[in-house]
């Protein structure tokens, strides 16, 4: 049976509500992803079938979560990191089979390490407002999560902004970035940061 919720329930958008009132510059949006932008997100997960954790970074209410399982991500791949206890709560509520870890992405620290316990990851897929953090913390962050992956393993991330949040030569990456999603409020684009890959169409660095 599949864990996917069929819709948001309003359950979820009162908890983004609530948490943004509390703390806007963590949530950093002012209303969750838009179905359109998750699944952009998770376009660029690797197939189902492939080895290594997916890990999720800011799932706030589970729209980019719901569509990564959407996408055939099996549930026992799939590793959240969520600040916020109230998201984490909601987030176990929606998504019995996938794993929920508290702590904060900016620095997950001994806690992500034991839970990956030598695994490798696949992917990561980034909801965090990195411009709401200084440059240097920001670019920082990025990089310890490029140093985790394998070579051409994707680091997605979405940005409101025309600015990339990290210049890829900070990190010494590449970064591919997609089309506006203009169904999301405010417009997005997804940016895909990789080391070690050939430069392809639409990459930058």
């Known amino acids: 049976m599949s864990t996917t919720p069929l819709r948001k ?3 979820a958008e009162a908890s983004f509500l609530r948490e943004w009132l509390r703390q806007p510059l963590k949530v950093g949006a ?15 997960v690797p197939l189902p079938g492939e080895d290594g954790v997916i890990l999720e970074l800011g ?26 206890p109230e998201f984490c709560a909601l987030l176990r509520s ?17 806690d992500l390490d034991a839970w990956l316990n030598g695994r490798p990851l696949a992917a990561v897929v980034s909801s965090l407002p ?22 051409g393993a994707p680091f997605v991330q979405f940005t409101y902004s025309p600015a990339l949040p990290v210049r890829p030569e900070r990190v010494e990456a590449k970064v591919e970035v997609s089309p506006w999603v203009k169904l999301n409020i405010p417009p997005a684009r997804v940016l895909v940061y990789r080391r070690g890959c050939p430069k392809l169409a639409g990459t930058i660095g």
């Open 130 to 151: 990195l411009m709401a953090r200084p440059e240097d913390e920001r670019s920082a962050a990025l990089n310890a999560y490029l140093d985790l992956l394998p070579v």
């Open 9 to 11: 329930p309003p359950l």
């Open 94 to 110: 929606l998504f019995p089979a996938v794993h929920i870890l508290r702590g904060d992405a900016y620095r997950p620290g001994a």
């Open 59 to 84: 799932p706030g209410t589970g729209v980019v979560t719901r569509a990564l399982l959407k996408r055939g991500v099996e549930a026992d791949r799939l590793l959240c990191l969520e600040y916020a």
């Open 30 to 44: 002012v209303s969750p992803s838009s179905k359109a932008l998750a699944e952009r997100m998770a376009s660029y």
